[in-house]
């Protein structure tokens, strides 16, 4: 294994958390580097309006990552289209392997890795997955056009993707396990004056089920009640949160309950990038 580089700081993950320690680690004149698996600019690509970013009313996502790209590119950044693998923290400097084997070595390293959606784990669900089954309204809307939709969440994304299908499709079930959401007063008005959406309130989805290879129907279940119930649904749109993909790090960050990670006190110079509310 060739070690390919030495830096003064790795950054692992190319959404708006990695570029914007990018940007500060270049103007501190640090020689950096960022990994990034897929296409740099992370989740935000994947949403059409940022509606809360200082300077831009409205944006579409993707705009906006091409925005943090090119000013982190303005000062020389060196991105690599790889996939981190491990990392051993060292006592002078921390070792990142790439897939291929390739290792580069740094004092300080950044994980900027981001989140997945998490699941609801119930039966159907991987089963229909990308087939009725999805956790991107902005990418998957179009299938839904027209179609009987249930979401499911109460937070600031279930909210935002609740009122994004709602411009395609037929009608949206929001299915929330409490009585009241915690998704931003702003989405909150807008989910209240849009009449597509219907709110399910202390409910919970326990199953996914189909007829003909389709998803036709998900079994309900009230919290206080216990009452269970069918609800006929073209399609599925799980959306509660996401949780971070820092899992193949040895030594890994605390994580809090919600999923969210916390900062390591104890080896210093290896930073979790934590974004929104997380911590
Ligand atoms: C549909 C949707 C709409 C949203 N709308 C808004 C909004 O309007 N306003 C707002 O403030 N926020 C919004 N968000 C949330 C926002 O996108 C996230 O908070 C933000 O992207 C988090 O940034 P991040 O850099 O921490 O992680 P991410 O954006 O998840 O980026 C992490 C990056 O790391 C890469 N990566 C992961 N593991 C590795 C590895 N091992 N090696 C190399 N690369 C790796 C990933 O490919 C990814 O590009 C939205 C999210 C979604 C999904």
Redo the contacts with the bound molecule.
């Keep these: 294994m060739a070690n390919r580089e030495y830096y003064d700081v790795i950054i ?7 570029l914007s320690a990018a940007i500060y680690a270049l103007r501190a004149s640090m020689r950096t580097v960022l ?4 296409s ?5 690509t ?2 059409d ?4 970013y200082p300077g831009f009313k409205n944006i579409n ?1 993707y705009d906006l990552s091409e925005k943090f790209l090119d000013h982190a590119k303005s000062y020389n950044l060196e991105v690599l289209s790889r ?3 491990v990392l051993e923290p060292g006592l002078d400097w921390h070792t990142v392997q790439l897939n291929g084997d390739e290792r580069l070595k740094s004092h300080a390293v950044i994980l ?4 997945l959606p998490r699941k609801l784990n119930i039966p159907g669900e991987d089963e229909f997955y990308g087939k009725g089954v999805s956790y ?1 309204a ?1 990418c998957d809307g179009f299938f839904f056009r027209n179609k009987i939709v249930v979401a499911v969440g109460g937070g600031d ?1 279930a909210v ?2 609740a009122l994004y299908l709602s411009k395609l499709a037929q009608k949206v079930h929001l299915v929330h396990r409490r009585d009241a959401l915690r998704a931003s007063m702003i989405l909150q008005q807008r989910l209240r004056a849009d009449k597509k959406i219907e709110i399910l309130w202390d409910t919970i989805v326990t199953a996914i089920k189909s007829h003909l290879g389709e998803v036709s129907a998900v079994d309900l279940q009230n919290t206080q009640t216990e009452e269970t119930r069918e609800l006929a649904t073209d399609g599925s749109l799980s959306v509660l949160a996401s949780t971070r ?1 820092i899992n ?1 790090f040895p030594r890994a960050p605390k994580l809090i309950p919600t999923g969210m990670c916390a900062p390591m006190r104890s080896v210093k110079p290896i930073f979790p ?1 934590c ?2 509310s997380e911590i």
Excluded: F, H, M
Aim: glycine share 22%.
């Design positions: 692992i993950g190319g959404g708006p958390a990695g990994i990034e698996k897929a740099a600019g992370g989740q935000i994947l949403t309006d940022v509606e809360n996502g996939e981190a693998t900027a890795s981001g989140g991107c902005v994304t935002e993707e993909t193949w990038a974004s929104r």
